[in-house]
């Protein structure tokens, strides 16, 4: 295995059209975690999943936004009606274990709404 | 609730100088501390953690300290090298509610130069 993937790893779409992103994480992993981050800020936790169960949600997710991860395995993230203000890197990390846990992020899927 | 405050960049260092990246939190209980790191063009990667006051976690070089009395965690290296220009992140996680997510600073951007 080697790391979490995403894909894809740009879009580019007009206004108002919807998008899906998928990411796979390392296969023993049982939490699976959706950020985002803007240009020169830090990650943003938007949603945490454990196993199949979507545990916590930030109120960042508006409803224009659903994330699945059907059988525990990959996840998707669907923004509906792109806006503008949606364009930014959507992250996706996951890990194995307590608090200390280490995170492994993907590389990030680039979103530009135009 | 939990933030994270990290020092201004970019920071601009020569080669071989001292680097200090100044990170304090706000957390109650006791959150575990990390660094992630961000090469240009890469995702982020875990550099340092600690889990525990007075704990100090290291790694290629790099070094930082949980201070509880502070509630600082500043990540330190004694030698700079060109190859340490990044963006760095420190971040911190807390159980809340079941979810584990991890609440980062905007990042500070290195650049080193010869």
């Known amino acids: 295995d080697t790391g979490v993937s995403q894909n894809p790893r740009h879009k580019i779409t007009k206004r108002g059209q919807n998008v899906t992103f998928r990411c ?3 296969s023993e992993h049982n939490r699976l975690y959706w950020y985002r981050q803007t240009l020169g800020q830090g990650p943003e936790f938007l949603t945490y999943f454990q196993n199949e169960a979507q545990l916590e949600k930030s109120r960042l997710l508006s409803d224009r936004f659903s994330a699945e991860r059907p059988k525990g ?4 993230l669907e923004i509906q009606r792109t806006e503008q203000g949606d364009s930014a890197m959507y992250l996706c990390a996951s890990s ?3 608090q200390g846990a280490v995170d492994f992020f993907g ?8 | 609730g939990n933030s994270v405050t990290q020092m201004e ?3 601009t260092l020569s080669e071989e100088a001292f680097l200090t990246i100044n990170c304090t939190y706000t957390a109650t209980g006791y959150p575990s501390l990390f660094w992630y790191v961000q090469y240009p063009g890469e995702g982020l990667q875990l550099l340092l953690k600690a889990t525990k006051a007075d704990d100090k976690g290291s790694n290629k070089g790099f070094e930082a ?3 509880k009395e502070t509630t600082s965690f500043h990540l330190e290296k004694g030698s700079v090298q060109v190859s340490d220009s990044a963006v760095y992140f420190c971040a911190l996680r807390r159980l809340t509610g079941g979810g584990n997510k991890l609440t980062f600073g905007t990042g500070t951007q290195l650049k080193v130069e010869l």
Do not use: A, E
Request: avoid cysteine; glycine fraction near 12%.
């Open chain 1, 24 to 26: 796979d994480p390392i």
């Open chain 1, 73 to 76: 395995s990959f996840s998707t």
């Open chain 1, 96 to 98: 194995l274990g307590d």
């Open chain 1, 107 to 114: 590389q990030g899927t680039r979103l530009t709404v135009v």
């Open chain 2, 9 to 11: 960049g970019p920071v």
């Open chain 2, 65 to 67: 300290t949980y201070r």
